[in-house]
């Protein structure tokens, strides 16, 4: 049978629900190095990546990321310290593309080729040289079919634009996210110029990823989809937020949290703040809703359970296990967690880090 393509679902009116992290998963599973923060593991232990995909399509999504965040030959050669093999862009995207296939296969989801932001933008090297680098990765992706490119990650307006342009050249639809918030980017321009751009240089598909909590990414998403319908533009609308809390933060988001990033356990969102966060991004029109990172199985779960109702009344696989609102805990052989029962009861919980020690630091540390 062959798939739908994500405009043929999204145009259809199909809810799309994306994958989760993989980064900070990865790291904390041991597979990934924190601060560089590179794909390694797609070569060193597929493993480790093809189970991580499996737990998502598992728990509702319909779309497999290929693991190639900061895979360009340029990001490596950055990294590469003596302590690591040293791999090509070429074969961490020929895995990547490869396993996140594999377990497409296995349900009825599509690969999205994932390329991010290039470290010669930011050396000031120029369009040509970051559309070398882009062309590198793209190349790969298109060997291998992937369903759709998705650029994401970006922080500068001007670099996502060069990306979409090459990208384009593939044929393939193409969704873009910039990781900003209602700063803009890190150009100083606002984000409903960033959106605008974004789809005029060719992106069917316009949101925000990572850097920003929930409330954080739905409040610039409001702002950029204000600006596209402004400008008689109407692409679908995307978001992928960080799985933290994070408020007060600036400019650059949860990596500001002096916690970020070996320490964020305390303000991982819950399965419930995941159903609240996609009944959010729902009315606001948003119709491909995932995670980044800190986004685990049971929040996207959470998605595609809140999202039933919309979604044609299908529960992922993963709730095959899982009784909504605590309805298992009536078998519990605790009496008063057998109380513990019901939509209201865990969506108005307010969960406590069990420290008595106050934080070290209360906000975060804003930087410019």
């Known amino acids: 049978m062959v798939k739908k393509g994500l405009l043929e679902r999204l145009r259809g009116g199909e809810v799309i629900i994306g994958d989760g992290g993989f980064v900070i998963a990865l790291e904390k599973r041991g597979y990934v190095k924190a601060g560089p923060f590179t794909p390694e593991a797609t070569v060193e232990n597929p493993h480790a990546v093809r189970e991580l995909h499996r737990e998502f399509l598992r728990a509702g999504s319909d779309v497999m990321q290929t693991f190639t965040f900061f895979s360009t030959d340029a990001r490596l050669a950055i990294e590469k310290d003596g302590t690591t093999k040293h791999y090509t862009c070429r074969e961490i995207n020929e895995a990547g593309c490869s396993l996140a296939r594999e377990v497409a296969n296995e349900g009825n ?5 994932s390329i991010s932001t290039c470290p010669v933008y930011s050396q000031g090297k120029g369009k040509q040289e970051v559309q070398a680098q882009v062309r590198q990765q793209l190349d790969v992706m298109v060997k291998h079919k992937v369903d759709f490119i998705l650029a994401e990650f970006f922080r500068h307006c001007e670099e996502l634009e060069w990306v979409i342009e090459e990208a384009k050249k593939t044929g393939l639809t193409i969704a873009a996210t910039l990781t900003i918030g209602i700063e803009g980017d890190n150009n100083g321009v606002p984000p409903g110029e960033c959106a605008v751009r974004a789809a005029k240089a060719g992106a069917q598909v316009v949101g925000l990823n990572c ?4 409330t954080g990414t739905l409040k610039t998403m409001k702002i950029m989809k204000e600006a596209l319908h402004a400008a ?17 933060t600036g400019k650059h988001g949860y990596t500001e949290c002096p916690e970020y990033p070996l320490a964020m356990e305390p303000r991982q969102l819950t399965r419930f703040d995941a159903h609240k966060y996609a009944r959010a991004a729902y ?17 996207i ?6 999202l039933v109702a919309e979604r044609g009344g299908v529960y992922p696989k993963g709730s095959e296990k899982h009784e909504m609102w605590g309805q298992g805990n009536v078998y519990s052989s605790v009496a008063h967690v057998r109380e513990r029962v019901g939509r209201d009861y865990w969506m108005n919980i307010v969960p406590s880090s069990g420290r008595l020690d106050p934080p070290t630091a209360a906000t975060p540390r804003k930087t410019q």
């Not at 850097?211 to 929930?214: A, V």
């Open 283 to 299: 009315d606001l029109g948003v119709r491909y809703i995932g995670g980044c990172c800190g986004f685990e199985a049971q929040h």
């Open 109 to 113: 989801a599509l690969v999205a080729g």
């Open 211 to 214: 850097q920003f909590d929930p």
């Open 301 to 306: 779960r959470g998605i595609a359970e809140e």
């Open 232 to 248: 008689g533009l109407s692409p679908f609308l995307m978001t992928q937020p960080n799985g933290f809390h994070c408020p007060g």
